[in-house]
């Protein structure tokens, strides 16, 4: 991995301050003439305001300011009575303070709006990893200091401030290297106690706004008693856990159970953070009880309510406290709420992607970007427990990257977490010391689907990187990760390898979702590999192999789709795990759809490879039976009501006689009859609850009364409706879906626009995120009657 701190860098660091200036510098001399550092007699804040200094400690000036604190001598005052004894390790000791001085200058320079030239930027290792210059360009030659180890960062574990991650750029991992001045210099201005002064600006600046700004702050004491009694707590709790949803893998089971009977013995001195944790855990465990159609506990009268009741109790925890100062917790909280937020909605929303934003951000600032095994201070329970969130961080980077269509966030070249081990939950706890060897992959424990996963995910960062580069891939970067991903197919284990439903009858349903969950996210890897060269195979032989790659996991995509529509419907082995289906198997079932619709359409090209007939047939097909799925949820499902719109129009054009006049009449007419019943068209559940006409919000009856004729382009501008008692994810309208343009796009000749494409199925509206305080308001009132 190329070093991010110039590490590899052997400028020689007596020297360093010259290259700040290198206007300065001599251009002829190979070894310029060495100046004179000038003394620096004043006091850090007079240097820095340009004031005459009194030498006084504190100064005049650094008194009346009330900086009496702050009056620093970069050397010690000339009235001191006696210097200091040298010692053998004093002169090291000094060159490494008078290295510091140097950077602290500079970046007072910086500060004060006189920064370093990208030059020097360079020569500092501050724009990237290597330095461009050539040996012996900007060094004194003299040779006599230590050339810089590798920095990997610094990071600070607290309990009063939460966790700080500064990379080797930063100053206060500067002081990491100096270990005599280290504590002096934390004490001054590293981190300000949060029960210390606070300045005025920061009174002005509470925070982050994206989450807070629309909710009324709540007492500790209300958001406790918003914990239902132990029995229901217990059975939703357990239901999280034993759902085996892959978010568990970050909470280490025994540790948790210690904690949550810690917290029963004793509400009121349990951190706020671990008390939203909790509410996360109950809000995901009342939205599986909804999804997979399992009866929910006796307590629990209106699923959808208290679900979200549960969920807005973790936002006010995660306010109250205080998230972004990255405590304990915290980063726990926000993973699981982004997953009961994901959970809402089968369709592409944009806040999801925001809200992984901030939490790819906690996670950088508590350092989980950089392995434990730098870190002494970092127990290894803490270390596994780490690489398990980040992998699972990674992963979430990359998919809702896609699902938007933005560039991820995290780049690899700034990471070297490594992965976790294969371990059992009670093979490692707080007191290991050393964690155990990992176990086979044979042994196909909760943590194997993440490791796997990880495995094939490094090599589809690298896919979506080359997709959305700003130059054009060269084929043969193409076909090297071609390989890599096949490869990485060939290594899954085989307990998660990919089996036909008549061979997986005696597996566990969440092992057989495994293995689907893998194959289409490799499927999906090799289709958004080749998609681009897929056009030019019609017009140059070359690509023939990114055709037939696309086609084969296309039709591999659409074959998943019709057996887990198969088998999650009532009596099939699948039923109570269809609640794991989520937006992002939409979008792989979209765009192997296309791909073949695609293909289907252009077979009359002269240059292209014809299919049989049997081929063909068999393409059409796959593509009749998905617009019979997308059609059971079109009413429901905003994807799928758009998903039913372009395969009726590529069905027809192949002459398919199953979408011809259905798209008019009978799903235009479920559509209508959901809008007039108020059906919420984002909840991804077909239990869920309709709507009556009176529960419809009333825009809608403004603009449409009961029973009128209401056109397509109506129907698909007007608002979504939503019940009184639920909050929506997201309040949008929806532009019409531009028949028309879906035509031309598909019988376009020359290259497929996939970026148009793309925008067709993407929420390009932000959201109304998160949610009103009318509304909660409204929802507790609704609770207490």
């Known amino acids: ?141 003299d040779g006599e200091h ?319 990187d080359l997709n959305g580069s700003t130059q054009s891939p060269s084929y043969s970067d193409v076909m090297k990760l071609d390989r890599a991903l096949i490869d990485g197919q060939r290594a899954i284990p085989y307990a998660l390898q990919m089996l036909p439903m008549e061979a997986s009858v005696t597996n566990p349903p969440f092992v057989i979702m495994r293995r689907f969950t893998l194959d289409l996210f490799y499927q999906k890897c090799l289709c958004i590999l080749h998609r681009k060269f897929f056009n030019l195979a019609w017009s140059n032989p070359q690509y023939q192999y990114s055709r037939n790659t696309c086609i084969t996991a296309a039709k591999a995509i659409l074959k998943h789709q019709a057996v887990l529509h198969r088998e999650t419907q009532p009596g099939g082995l699948l039923h109570r795990d269809k609640w794991m289906l989520s937006s992002l198997t939409m979008h792989d079932f979209l765009l192997a759809a296309m791909i073949i619709c695609l293909d289907l359409d252009r077979t009359y090209e002269p240059t292209a490879l014809q299919h049989t007939e049997e081929d063909r047939q068999e393409m059409i097909q796959a593509l009749e039976q998905s617009y019979e799925i997308w059609k059971t949820s079109a009413s429901t499902v905003k994807t799928a009501y758009k998903a039913t719109k372009v395969l009726s129009i590529i069905l027809r054009k192949v002459g398919s006689p199953v979408a011809a006049g259905e798209m008019s009449t009978e799903t235009s007419s479920s559509v209508t009859a959901a809008f007039n019943n108020g059906a919420d068209v984002n909840m991804v559940s077909s239990s869920s609850y309709p709507m009556t006409t009176e529960s419809a919000p009333a825009q809608f009856h403004h603009h449409h009364a009961p029973g009128a004729s209401i056109t397509l382009a109506d129907m698909l501008s007007m608002p979504v409706p939503f019940p009184e008692n639920m909050n929506p994810p997201v309040t949008f309208q929806d532009p019409v879906l531009n028949t028309s343009a879906v035509e031309n796009l598909i019988g376009s000749a020359g290259d497929l626009n996939w970026d148009m494409w793309d925008s067709l199925f993407r929420d390009e509206h932000p959201p109304n995120y998160p949610f009103s305080t009318a509304q909660h308001h409204q929802q507790q009132q609704h609770h207490s009657n």
Request: glycine fraction near 6%.
């Open 146 to 464: 230590d050339v810089p180890t590798e920095s990997i960062g610094q990071l600070n574990i607290r309990d009063s401030c939460g966790t700080r991650y500064f990379d080797s750029g930063h100053w206060a991992a500067i002081l990491a290297d100096i270990a005599e001045v280290k504590t002096y210099f934390e004490d001054l201005d590293v981190d300000v106690p949060q029960d210390g002064p606070v300045s005025d600006a920061q009174t002005q600046y509470p925070g982050p706004d994206l989450l807070v700004s629309r909710f009324a702050p709540l007492s500790r004491d209300e958001v406790v008693s918003c914990i239902p009694p132990r029995p229901e707590v217990d059975r939703l709790v357990f239901r999280y856990f034993n759902s085996m949803d892959q978010s568990t893998v970050i909470l280490h089971r025994p540790t948790f159970q210690r904690e949550y009977d810690d917290f029963w013995e004793n509400p009121h001195e349990t951190p706020i953070m671990w008390i939203g944790l909790l509410f996360t855990i109950m809000s995901l465990a009342t939205s599986i009880h909804i999804r997979s159609s399992d009866e929910l506990p006796s307590g629990i009268h209106d699923p959808h309510a208290v679900m979200t009741l549960y969920r807005h109790m973790a936002v006010h925890c995660l306010y109250m406290g205080d998230y972004s100062a990255a405590g304990a917790y915290a980063l726990d909280t926000l993973i699981l709420y982004f997953h009961a937020e994901f959970a809402r909605s089968h369709d592409v929303q944009l806040g999801h992607w925001l809200l992984f934003g901030i939490i790819a951000r906690v996670a950088f600032r508590m350092g989980y970007h950089r392995d434990a095994h730098h870190y002494p201070s970092i127990t290894a329970f803490q270390g596994e427990m780490r690489r398990r969130i980040w992998q699972m961080i990674l992963q979430m980077d990359l998919l809702t990257s896609v699902q938007v269509g933005l560039p991820r966030l995290i780049k690899p070249s700034q990471v070297d977490t490594c992965l976790p081990r294969n371990l059992h939950d009670d093979d490692f706890d707080e007191d290991t010391t050393e964690l155990p060897p990992s176990r086979s992959d044979s042994e196909h424990l909760v943590i194997l689907y993440l490791i796997v996963k990880s495995r094939l995910a490094t090599v589809f960062g690298m896919v979506v």
């Open 1 to 141: 991995m190329d070093s991010l701190d110039g590490s590899n860098n052997n400028n020689n660091t007596g020297h360093q301050l010259d290259t700040l200036n290198p206007s300065e510098k001599g251009t002829t001399s190979a070894k310029p003439a060495k100046r004179r550092e000038r003394l620096q007699l004043s006091c850090g804040n007079c240097r820095q305001r340009k004031l005459r200094c009194d030498r006084s400690q504190p100064c005049e000036n650094c008194k009346h300011r009330g900086r009496d604190d702050s009056c620093v001598y970069m050397t010690p005052p000339q009235h001191e009575p006696k210097r200091m004894q040298r010692t053998p390790g004093a002169s090291t000791v000094q060159n490494r303070v008078k290295h510091l001085e140097q950077l602290v200058l500079a970046l007072v320079s910086e500060k004060s709006g006189s920064g370093p030239t990208p030059d020097s930027l360079l020569s500092h290792g501050g724009l990237s990893g290597t330095s461009p210059a050539s040996p012996g360009q900007g060094n004194g030659g």
